[in-house]
C-alpha cells in the first residue's frame, strides 16, 4: 500500500511503525473471510481491510478521529485472526492499537461511552476493587430492567459468587516437588484470580509437581493489556511488571515468566515492542517478552507424567483468539490434553472469536452476543462433555452461553496428572472435588 506521510509525522517512532504495517498490506481481501465482525455484518468496513484503509486515512492526513471512524474501529475484537491469515505479514494488532491510541487523544466520546470506560480502567486491572464491585452487582441486579443496555451487559457478565483473596495473590515461594528443575515466575492476573482462583491453584499443583519452583513476585500486577486496548495510555502496569520480573531475576534468576490468561500473554509478549522507546526499560522488556510463556508452552517443555484419569472424557478445545492468533500457539495444548487421556474435538469455526475480547463483550454487548451465540452452537454441535480453554474472558463468555462445563486448559492436565477434580466438573463419573 503506498502512503504518504511526511518526514515530521515519521519522527514519530509510532507512526513509523504503522508507516510501515500499511506498506506491507496488498489489498487482497485474504483477512475478509475470517474477520468475525465481516462474517456477521458483511460490511467491508468492518472487515481489517476496510479499517486498515480508514486508519492510513486518518494517520496520514493527521486528522482528528472521526465518528465513522470511531465507530469501526470499536467493533474490532483485536481477535488478530487477520494476522493469521494474511499472507503479507500485516502486523495489524500494533496499526489498530495506534489507531485507538489517536482515538482517544482526538475524539471527545459522549459521556456515558467515557464514564464506563474510566469505570473499566479503575477497577478491572486492581483485584481489591474488582471483588468490591462484584459485591455491588447485586444490589443491581435488582433494577437491572431499568439499566442502559452496556450496564446490562456487565451485570451479566458479573457471578454471584465472589471468591476471597487467595495465597497465590501474596508474594511467595511455591517450591518444588522433587528435584528443581526450573525456576519460574507466575503472573497471577488481576481479574482471573477473582473470578476463578482455582486456575491459578491448579497451576502452581501442576508445575511444582512437574519439578518447577513457583514464584509470585512482589510488585507485579495486571499485564496492562485491558486498558491498552481500550487505547488509554497506561504509564504504569507494563513497566512496574517488567522492574518487578527484572528484580526477581536479578534475585533468583528465572527461567521462564508463566502466563495463564492467554490475553495477557500476548500483551507480556509485546512488552519489547511496547516499551521499546524507553531508555530504562527497552533491554530488560525485550528479555521479559522473551521469558513470556503461556503455561501450556511450558508444561509441554516439562513434559507430563502417566493420565490418573478414570476415563476418556470429550474435551471440546475452544482455542482463545489471544492464544492462537496473537502467540501462534496452537497445537500444543491440544496435545498435551491427548496426552492426558482426554479425547479432544475440534470445534467448528474454530478459527471466530467467541465475542469475549478483553472488555468488547461489555462494549459490544450486541456484537458480542452474537458470537457468542454461534460459538455455543458450534460447540455444542459436537457434543463434548467440558470445554477447554486458555483464556478466562473466553471461559465467562462461554459459560453464560451453555450448561456445558468450561474449565481452563491447565484445571484438565493438573486432574489428569493426580490434581483434584475441577468444580466445574463434579458428577461426572461420580466424582467430587476435592
Not at 194 to 222: F, H, K, S, Y
Not at 230 to 250: C, H, I, S, Y
Not at 271 to 293: K, T
Not at 367 to 382: P, Y
Amino acid at each position: 500500500m503506498q502512503t504518504n506521510f511526511s518526514l515530521a509525522q515519521l519522527a514519530d517512532a509510532e507512526t513509523a511503525e504503522s508507516e510501515a504495517v500499511l506498506r506491507k498490506c496488498v489489498h487482497c481481501g485474504f483477512c475478509t473471510a475470517t474477520c468475525p465482525t465481516y462474517v456477521l455484518l458483511g460490511d467491508e468496513l468492518d472487515s481489517p481491510r476496510g479499517r486498515i484503509y480508514l486508519i492510513k486515512d486518518m494517520l496520514e492526513g493527521g486528522k482528528p478521529a472521526t465518528e465513522t471512524v470511531v465507530r469501526h474501529v470499536d467493533r474490532c475484537l483485536s481477535c488478530l485472526s487477520c494476522m493469521s491469515t494474511c499472507p503479507s505479514g500485516v502486523h495489524y494488532m500494533h496499526l489498530v492499537d495506534h489507531a485507538r491510541h489517536h482515538i482517544e487523544k482526538t475524539w471527545r466520546r459522549p459521556l456515558a461511552d467515557r464514564l464506563q470506560r474510566r469505570l473499566l480502567a479503575a477497577i478491572l486491572p486492581y483485584p481489591g476493587r474488582f471483588r468490591w464491585a462484584l459485591r455491588a452487582a447485586g444490589l443491581g441486579r435488582a433494577v437491572r430492567p431499568l439499566l442502559p443496555a452496556r450496564l446490562r451487559a456487565m451485570l451479566e457478565l458479573a457471578p454471584t459468587k465472589v471468591h476471597a483473596p487467595t495465597r497465590q495473590e501474596r508474594p511467595g515461594v511455591f517450591p518444588a516437588q522433587g528435584k528443581r528443575r526450573l525456576r519460574v515466575a507466575l503472573l497471577g492476573g488481576c481479574v482471573q484470580p477473582v473470578l476463578d482462583p482455582a486456575i491459578n491453584e491448579a497451576t502452581i499443583r501442576l508445575l511444582t509437581r512437574l519439578g518447577a519452583e513457583v514464584v509470585i513476585p512482589e510488585g507485579q500486577g495486571c499485564c496492562g493489556g485491558l486498558t491498552h486496548h481500550m487505547g488509554a495510555r497506561e504509564p504504569d502496569f507494563a513497566p512496574a511488571n517488567v522492574r518487578a520480573w527484572t528484580k526477581e531475576l536479578a534475585a533468583g534468576g528465572l527461567d521462564a515468566i508463566v502466563v495463564t490468561a492467554s490475553g495477557c500473554g500476548t500483551t507480556v509478549k509485546d512488552y519489547g515492542f511496547m516499551l521499546r522507546e524507553d531508555p530504562e526499560l527497552a533491554e530488560p522488556a525485550a528479555r521479559v517478552s522473551a521469558l513470556a510463556r503461556d503455561v501450556t508452552e511450558l508444561v509441554a517443555e516439562l513434559g507430563l507424567p502417566p493420565s490418573t484419569l478414570p476415563r476418556r472424557l470429550r474435551v471440546a478445545y475452544h482455542s482463545a483468539c489471544s492464544l492462537q492468533h496473537g502467540q501462534q500457539v496452537r497445537e500444543v495444548p491440544r496435545r498435551l490434553l491427548r496426552e492426558a487421556g482426554f479425547e479432544v474435538l475440534e470445534v467448528p469455526e474454530g478459527h471466530l472469536c467467541c465475542g469475549s475480547a478483553g472488555t468488547y463483550n461489555i462494549l459490544q454487548p450486541d456484537l458480542a452476543g452474537q458470537l457468542r451465540a454461534r460459538k455455543v452452537r458450534n460447540i455444542e454441535s459436537i457434543r463434548p462433555e467440558v470445554i477447554a480453554a486458555g483464556n478466562i474472558g473466553c471461559l465467562t463468555q462461554i459459560s453464560h452461553g451453555t450448561a456445558i462445563p468450561a474449565v481452563h486448559t491447565v484445571e484438565l492436565l493438573d486432574w489428569a496428572t493426580g490434581g483434584p477434580v475441577p468444580a466445574a466438573l463434579a458428577g461426572l463419573d461420580g466424582t467430587v472435588p476435592a
